[in-house]
């Protein structure tokens, strides 16, 4: 079992940088394709980024801007948020998958609690 634990969120203006966190438990770290997702208030939950062994995915509105990376040796999967705008505020969830990377939510085996970014003009 995987338990997921997000931070880094906040308050930022627009144009601000913002680094999420997820560390996750577990000893098959490395098995697991890790990613982003998010919600805004009233929209559904979508995908953001994913990262497995060498593959990354991101969504088409945060490429150029946002960056993922894992650290296996620490269990830790991380989102690097830069030129954030307004429509980048939602709640950011970290998800993980066995075997591999997904960009769909019902694939996903393990949900964090998520983490609340709010971009501000």
């Known amino acids: 079992q995987v338990q997921l634990v997000e931070s880094g969120g906040g308050l930022v203006q627009t144009g601000g940088s913002l680094r999420l966190s997820c560390v996750a438990s577990?000893?098959?770290?490395?098995?697991?394709?890790m990613g982003w997702f998010r919600q805004a208030p009233g929209k559904e939950r979508e995908f953001v980024a994913a990262?497995?062994?060498?593959?990354?995915s991101y969504a088409d509105s945060v490429k150029g801007r946002f960056t993922i990376s894992r650290d296996n040796a620490k269990n830790t999967v991380y989102l690097r948020m830069n030129s954030l705008k307004s429509e980048d505020t939602a709640v950011y969830y970290c998800?993980?998958?066995?075997?591999?990377?997904?960009?769909?939510?019902?694939?996903?085996?393990?949900w964090g609690r998520g983490t609340l970014v709010t971009v501000s003009s």
């Open positions: 998800a993980a998958r066995f075997g591999g990377l997904t960009k769909y939510s019902y694939d996903i085996t393990h």
């Open positions: 577990g000893r098959t770290f490395s098995n697991y394709g």
């Open positions: 990262i497995s062994g060498n593959s990354i």
